[in-house]
């Protein structure tokens, strides 16, 4: 294995496309997984001309270049005949990429074929991965550089699955006039996503966006009434900022019931006073906090993705939080040291 396959193979990779017949050969490639045009590859990778040579129980990709709608028939077709996944890759410098990828999303939907796109920079990465909320399989980077890589493990680490846990509610009192922060995002949020707030870094609550309505308003899905200034809220980049940092153009995670993560940007910010309630829950052997606005609207996510609003909400009912170890946060990055907040 030579050394940049060995960095590959250091820094997570698992598959490989080799685009060339000849470059089968030249490497030991057997720690990977691997797509090429030959046989002597673990998944034979076809295309319009070669796909009726495809044996029975042979892996198969099948490759196609999508810039408009001409050819989704085929790839569709492609994929009801058992290819494993549809590798797609476009034209150098074509505009036109969101609209095939959703359309070949929505026709793909619900079968088990793959989609993995060809991407040129790391950055397109978010771009891929959030197309129709529901995004590609997976990307194919074509890189020889290392730091191309690393940068697309960076990239994916904000668009990765977070854990939530269980907490119980221990306590809900009114505690007096202050500033809560209303955060109206540029994203149509679906049943079961919000933001993660708190008043500790360690112990984020998740609180529902307003798709729900009330009987004195109209549905805001766009809108979360997050909680009261000081209260941290969690970034794509693994940093926290205060909600009163917040404002138009930031970016913001969107996290679901189900733990799943994708980016948003704050499209205003709506800082007023209202009359705010302390809610403290407890998770495993941790408690934490958060302030909130009390009203029909403003919600916590109960573990089956349904919200639960603060005025209906009661000691000993079981909602959805994020918490990990007692570390500091210094500008809003995580840094090993211990803090106590309360």
Not at 234 to 256: A, F, H, N, Q, W
Not at 303 to 308: C, E
Request: proline share 2%.
């Amino acid at each position: 294995m030579d050394d940049f396959t060995q960095l590959l193979f250091e820094s997570g990779i698992k598959s490989i496309f080799l685009s060339e017949i000849d470059d089968v050969g030249k490497c030991d490639f057997s720690k990977f997984e691997t797509y090429s045009f030959s046989s002597d590859s673990d998944v034979k990778v076809v295309d319009s001309k070669t796909l009726k040579d495809v044996e029975p129980n042979q892996r198969f990709a099948y490759f196609a270049k999508l810039n408009d709608d001409s050819n989704l028939d085929e790839i569709v077709n492609a994929a009801k005949n058992n290819a494993e996944s549809v590798i797609i890759e476009f034209e150098e410098n074509t505009e036109w990429k969101i609209i095939p990828l959703e359309n070949l999303i929505a026709e793909l939907h619900g079968l088990k074929t793959k989609i993995f796109t060809v991407i040129n920079e790391p950055s397109e990465i978010k771009m891929m991965f959030t197309i129709l909320e529901l995004g590609v399989d997976g990307v194919l980077l074509r890189t020889s550089n290392i730091d191309d890589v690393n940068k697309l493990n960076s990239e994916l680490g904000e668009l990765s699955k977070i854990d939530l846990s269980v907490a119980e509610i221990l306590e809900i009192k009114e505690v007096g006039i202050g500033e809560r922060a209303c955060v109206d995002t540029a994203s149509m949020l679906n049943q079961g996503e919000g933001l993660l707030v708190g008043n500790q870094a360690n112990f984020m609550f998740l609180m529902h966006n307003e798709s729900a309505g009330s009987g004195f308003t109209s549905p805001r899905p766009f809108r979360v009434n997050a909680g009261a200034v000081q209260c941290y809220t969690l970034l794509p980049d693994g940093r926290t900022k205060y909600l009163s940092e917040l404002e138009s153009g930031t970016e913001v995670m969107i996290v679901s019931h189900k733990g799943l993560v994708r980016t948003s940007i704050v499209g205003r910010l709506k800082i007023e006073s209202r009359p705010l309630f302390l809610v403290r829950a407890k998770s495993d052997d941790k408690i934490g906090g958060v302030l909130i606005q009390n009203a029909e609207t403003i919600a916590f996510v109960k573990d089956n993705g349904k919200p639960i609003s603060t005025t209906s909400l009661k000691v000993g009912d079981k909602i959805l939080v994020k918490t990990e170890l007692n570390k500091g946060r210094h500008f809003g990055m995580e840094v090993d040291e211990y803090i106590l907040e309360k």
